[in-house]
């Protein structure tokens, strides 16, 4: 399943006009089903569909660990992709108590949801307390670009990335949503078992509310943007426990909540380790997955 697609267009230069080619992104889409019920339809990248099946699995809470995910299929259709996801009877039990059926366009990802109190839930507070210098931030950032291949074929996607101080860039994940490049990372990450606890969360977008609401999911004290939040993703982050930081270009950025993580000098790190990089698709852990095509 190709992420992006080469088309023809016309390209004017003043009153020059030239026809070539342009790498653009596909956006298709995707049905979530637990169990053989369709719990979400979501437009995203046709790329990374396991991680992004696990990681919205997790972000959204139906599920608490990767493991509780006993099968993945992902089937093909013309019309769209079904990721076809089997639980534990346990969870399919907590799956309905809290029953979600959404049609979310890549730039939203709250569209559907049945009640006002779903779309502003609270998520858990963030308890790690790592600290970072504000040269972390920065490199942080600046290591960003050089993993967003899918954006330089197109510019056109937004990426999530995890960054750790004494191995560089931990993660990095690709879509036309923001919100399904963060569920992309969170299931790389957990099907690796890296925690994201000890790094930088990086967004190449605004900070909005659903963001936020994944990140706390995920137990990332720190996330990162190149753009501002929003007024209520910057509440939520303080009632989260999560340091916000926006506005992150160059050697400035600005942070709006939990500022005791950034500090001067040396950056204390939390003691669990290295994170080992992950490679794009390079990740396996679920019991069993097949890829099929139906016309």
């Known amino acids: 399943m190709n ?5 023809v267009r016309t390209a004017w230069r003043g009153d020059a006009a030239t026809d070539g080619p342009r790498t653009i992104p596909d956006e298709t889409p995707v049905a979530l089903t637990y169990n053989r019920t369709t719990h979400a339809v979501m437009l995203a990248t046709p790329g990374d569909l396991e ?3 696990v990681g919205f699995s997790l ?3 139906v599920v608490q660990r990767a493991d509780e995910i006993e099968e993945i299929e992902i089937v093909a259709a013309d019309e769209g992709i079904e990721l076809r996801l089997w639980l534990a009877p346990e969870r399919i039990d907590a799956l309905t108590v809290r029953q979600r059926r959404l049609a979310g366009p890549s730039g939203c990802g709250l569209c559907g949801l049945q009640s006002l109190a779903d779309a502003i839930r609270q998520p858990p507070r963030v308890t790690a307390d790592p600290r970072f210098t504000a040269a972390n931030v920065v490199a942080a950032m600046a290591a960003m670009p050089a993993g967003q291949r899918l954006n330089h074929q197109t510019r056109a996607v937004h990426a999530a990335a995890l960054w750790h101080p004494s191995r560089g860039m931990v993660a990095l994940r690709e879509d036309v949503g923001r919100h399904n490049a963060l569920d992309k990372l969170a299931g790389a990450l957990a099907r690796a078992q890296v925690a994201a ?12 509310v659903e963001l936020v609401q994944k990140a706390a999911m995920l ?3 720190v996330v990162v943007a190149v753009s501002a939040p929003t007024a209520l993703a910057l509440r939520l982050a303080d009632t989260a426990g999560i340091t916000l930081i926006g506005i992150a270009r160059g ?4 942070v709006f909540t939990h500022g005791s993580r950034i500090v001067p000098g040396i ?3 939390l003691a669990n380790g290295t994170p080992p990089a992950i490679a794009p698709g390079g990740i396996s852990g679920i019991a069993t997955q ?3 095509h139906v016309a």
């Open 219 to 221: 137990g990332a004290p």
């Open 251 to 254: 050697d400035e950025f600005e």
């Open 51 to 53: 991680d992004f099946a």
């Open 197 to 208: 606890g000890d790094g930088l969360l990086l967004l190449s977008s605004r900070i909005s």
């Open 290 to 292: 097949r890829v099929q």
């Open 59 to 61: 972000t959204e809470g």
């Open 3 to 7: 992420p992006a697609r080469t088309v």
């Open 267 to 269: 950056t204390t790190l």
